[in-house]
């Protein structure tokens, strides 16, 4: 059963990437590709065979953090996350597609979170301050980010110490430029700090 869950979910995301070709270079993703996206997120055989919760602590994530989610897509993480990192924590959720901000938005508020800000930026340009975020989650969107404007953008806003969490193909791709180093892997999920 799971197989044929992860089999059907390959093949509608690669049917989104071939329907979308300009994906690389988009400002917004077509309507059905995130239709399609967002399906497969909220798909109840998915969150039992990859609860968010357990790919978030491995992650690290923890009350009190200040966590940047890079691509939050339609929130499957996000929520969770604002209520891992509690009260005292903030999750910024950025996006750089409007569907995903407004769909996301709206589960965030359903969920009665306060704590977590949900907003259209792109990964290079965050208007986050200087060493100001603990946790930076990069949850299969490496392959669409402009490696080389969006690694020194995280690692200025990335405080010392700080972890970046990447989940998805291409993540040791986050060693290269020399701005980060890889720490380890807990489950699917690959973990880097600053270089220094």
Known sequence: MLKGFLVFSAALLLGCCFMDKDRHHRERTSEFSFKTMAAIHDNSLRRLFDPPFRTLKAAGLKP???VLEVGCGPGYFTVAAGQLVGD?????AIDIDPQAV???SKKVKDSGLSNVEVRIADAADTGLADESIDEILLFSVLPHLPLNTVLPELARMLKDGGIIAVRGIKAMSLAQGGFFTFVGRKRSVYLFKKAH
């Not at 005292?88 to 910024?92: K, L, P, Q, S």
Request: no cysteine; glycine share 18%.
């Open 88 to 92: 005292d924590g903030r999750i910024h």
């Open 64 to 66: 009190g953090d200040q």
């Open 102 to 104: 407004e769909v996301t």
